[in-house]
């Protein structure tokens, strides 16, 4: 079992920076697949980034590679996400997600723990 809590989001013009953070209770992260997710108004959640439980190997949608850094730090059992020239589009509450697997998915539905998600709103 994992608990998780998202934190720092909020309002910023496009081109700006956001790093968002996700700690965890109970089990450690090493166990498992960490990632990110957003949905934005009227639209179904999104995946944006993952990471794997050994930490060695990240997996980005297209829409944010080069823009966006999945990261952990193990000892304080938090995952970051770091977003830079964000845009408009990027509007959303961004969502973390653990996965009972070492290697996670794209998909929603292989994840079994999410926190309550935080909103980042970029305006133009």
């Known amino acids: 079992q994992v608990q998780l809590v998202e934190s720092g989001g909020g309002l910023v013009q496009a081109g700006g920076s956001l790093r968002l953070s996700c700690v965890g209770s109970?089990?450690?992260?090493?166990?498992?697949?960490m990632g990110w997710f957003r949905q934005a108004p009227g639209k179904e959640r999104e995946f944006v980034a993952a990471l794997t439980g050994s930490g060695s190997s990240t997996y980005y949608a297209d829409s944010v590679k080069g823009r966006f850094t999945i990261s952990r730090d193990t000892a304080k059992n938090t995952l970051y996400l770091q977003m830079n020239s964000l845009k408009p589009e990027d509007t959303a509450v961004y969502y973390c997600a653990a996965a009972p697997t070492l290697v996670p998915g794209r998909t929603s539905d292989q994840y079994n723990y999410w926190g309550q998600g935080t909103q980042v709103t970029v305006s133009s």
């Open positions: 109970g089990r450690t992260f090493s166990w498992y697949g």
